[in-house]
């Protein structure tokens, strides 16, 4: 069974850092780029970090770049996103995403969400 489970999430102050991490579990993660979105209410998904599986190629939302970076550790199955300089724009559920190809098929796999609160 598929199980992407990030954490990680809480309230901080704008300018602070945040680590999100997800756990994943169920599929082959080594071969499956990761990626980070975000989500706040009455809005679309959005896009915030990818990581290619072989080779750790990162690409990041423009909103985002300089001050987020996505990282992965194949031997434990997780992908990471430290977070710094918080805007309280930044404030969001953010959603671990795996992308990967089995049997021929592309398969999309979805987190729960991580709440990430930037507030004075």
């Known amino acids: 069974q598929v199980q992407l489970v990030e954490s990680g999430g809480g309230l901080v102050q704008p300018g602070g850092s945040l680590r999100l991490s997800c756990a994943a579990s169920?599929?082959?993660?080594?071969?499956?780029?990761m990626s980070w979105y975000r989500q706040v209410p009455g809005k679309e998904r959005e896009f915030v970090a990818t990581?290619?599986?072989?080779?750790?190629?990162?690409n990041y939302a423009d909103s985002v770049k300089g001050r987020f970076t996505i990282s992965r550790d194949n031997a434990k199955n997780t992908v990471s996103l430290q977070m710094i300089s918080l805007k309280p724009e930044d404030t969001a559920l953010y959603y671990c995403?795996?992308?990967?190809?089995?049997?021929?098929?592309?398969?999309?796999?979805w987190g729960q969400g991580t709440q990430v609160t930037v507030s004075s």
């Open positions: 169920g599929f082959v993660f080594s071969t499956y780029a």
């Open positions: 995403k795996a992308v990967g190809h089995e049997y021929g098929y592309i398969k999309h796999y």
């Open positions: 990581i290619t599986g072989p080779g750790g190629i990162t």
